[in-house]
């Protein structure tokens, strides 16, 4: 067995779950073009109706791995669930869109803000609406159920803030006429924050560590398929895996970007922890243990043209 190619060893499949944004596309081109398939590894998506339940297919071990925001992880840790961050999903992308006339941050006091529980799209509106002068107990929370039932509530004017990801902050700008960009989140966290991260359970990584790093081997292969040829994937993924018109997937796939390597943002995704317990959603920080970027670092080992060739990698 040890004389056979990668190739050759035991087929192997992946149960994944996925959210809604752009921070997904490395891992929507992966599962499309199935670009760990020669490395005898399927990966398979497993259909969560709520973001909530998303998260919750991770922690209870009825996904192998997801692509999630770093804040879910968080909780998913505290809680003691067996989860490690492997590699990163996208960056950037977070948009705080506001109805025509509430421009300011003063205006925003009693409206009501439609977001996700212990998500990035509440902890970016947190830290920018407290940045602001404006308390968090000062604007009415409402959870949404998904990204859909955002945007129709948006566009319904039933909610006031809508906190968003890419394409669908887009969309939002373009067919609400007069709606405000309060934020895109880099006026107050600076350039590539960090949005997704990709997690697996302990017993994937102790039963098969090679599936891990095959996974993330395609992701990397997806990430410069996505920034060579951006229209050409846009086309096979728009309808399918966004369900957004083509023109807003371009603007939000420019917004939003693909990044798989995320060992310089380790420290951000650590400090944003304090956010996370004033929100109430965990009791002690994770420390870098939470963390492991070594089967990163053994797929950018195997792919060394793929990666050099990266535009959005760790400096």
Not at 142 to 159: E, L
Request: proline share 4%; hydrophobic share 45%.
């Amino acid at each position: 067995m040890m004389g056979l190619p990668r190739s050759a060893r035991a087929a192997a499949t992946v149960q994944a779950a996925h959210g809604d944004g752009f921070c997904n596309v490395a891992f929507f081109i992966a599962h499309a073009r199935q670009l760990a398939r020669d490395d005898g590894l399927t990966l398979q998506f497993v259909n969560s109706p709520s973001f909530a339940e998303q998260v919750t297919f991770l922690g209870t071990g009825q996904v192998d791995v997801s692509v999630l925001p770093y804040t879910n992880f968080m909780a998913l840790y505290d809680a003691g669930a067996p989860v490690t961050i492997v590699a990163g999903g996208g960056v950037q992308g977070i948009y705080l869109v506001a109805q025509p006339g509430l421009d300011m941050p003063a205006k925003l006091k009693g409206k009501t803000l439609g977001t996700f529980q212990n998500n990035t799209l509440e902890v970016l509106p947190y830290d920018w609406l407290k940045k602001n002068g404006v308390a968090y107990k000062d604007v009415t929370v409402r959870y949404m159920d998904s990204i859909g039932d955002m945007v129709a509530a948006f566009k319904a004017g039933s909610i006031d803030i809508a906190s968003t990801i890419e394409p669908y902050g887009s969309a939002l700008l373009s067919e609400v006429k007069g709606s405000v960009l309060l934020s895109d989140g880099v006026d107050i966290y600076g350039p590539q924050y960090t949005d997704c991260v990709l997690a697996a359970s302990n017993a994937l990584l102790a039963k098969d560590p090679k599936s891990v790093q095959a996974l993330i081997k395609a992701m990397l292969k997806a990430q410069l398929l996505w920034e060579q040829d951006r229209e050409g994937l846009l086309a096979e993924l728009v309808g399918t895996y966004y369900k957004t018109s083509l023109e807003n997937a371009r603007i939000g796939g420019k917004a939003q970007l693909a990044k798989v390597d995320q060992r310089a943002q380790t420290d951000f995704i650590l400090n944003r922890v304090d956010s996370v317990m004033a929100l109430g959603y965990i009791k002690k920080k994770p420390g870098k243990d939470a963390i492991d970027w070594s089967y990163l670092e053994a797929a950018i080992a195997e792919v060394p043209d793929v990666y050099a060739k990266l535009k959005y990698k760790s400096a």
